[in-house]
């Protein structure tokens, strides 16, 4: 994967991350499965594990895009410092002079 589509995947992520729908789908199946598990008689022990599973599920779920969000802003930063490096020291500096 180029830095680029790294980069593209981290802006679709942050996208999903922000957005109200993803935002409450997420919280109601939080809050489902919570139900759910304090509902759970103590002797069904395989559901119990099951629905701690469901849980941990969801939990990496977020984080893999966090992930990726944060992964994207790196590797933009990397792609920019890149850039930078690049830069023939006339430019450097009229850049510099240029953003004072």
Wanted: hydrophobic residues 40%; charged residues 35%.
């Amino acid at each position: 994967m180029t830095d680029n589509q790294v980069v593209q995947r981290g802006i679709e992520a942050a996208r999903v991350l922000e957005s109200e729908a993803f935002k409450e789908a997420l919280n109601s199946l939080r809050e489902s499965v919570i139900a759910q598990w304090k509902e759970c008689p103590v002797r069904d022990k395989e559901g119990a594990l099951l629905l701690l599973q469901l849980a941990k599920i969801t939990d990496k779920f977020e984080s893999i895009l966090v992930g990726m969000l944060e992964n994207g802003k790196f590797t933009q930063r990397k792609i920019e410092i890149d850039e930078l490096r690049d830069e023939s020291k006339p430019r450097q500096f009229m850049r510099r002079v240029v953003n004072l």
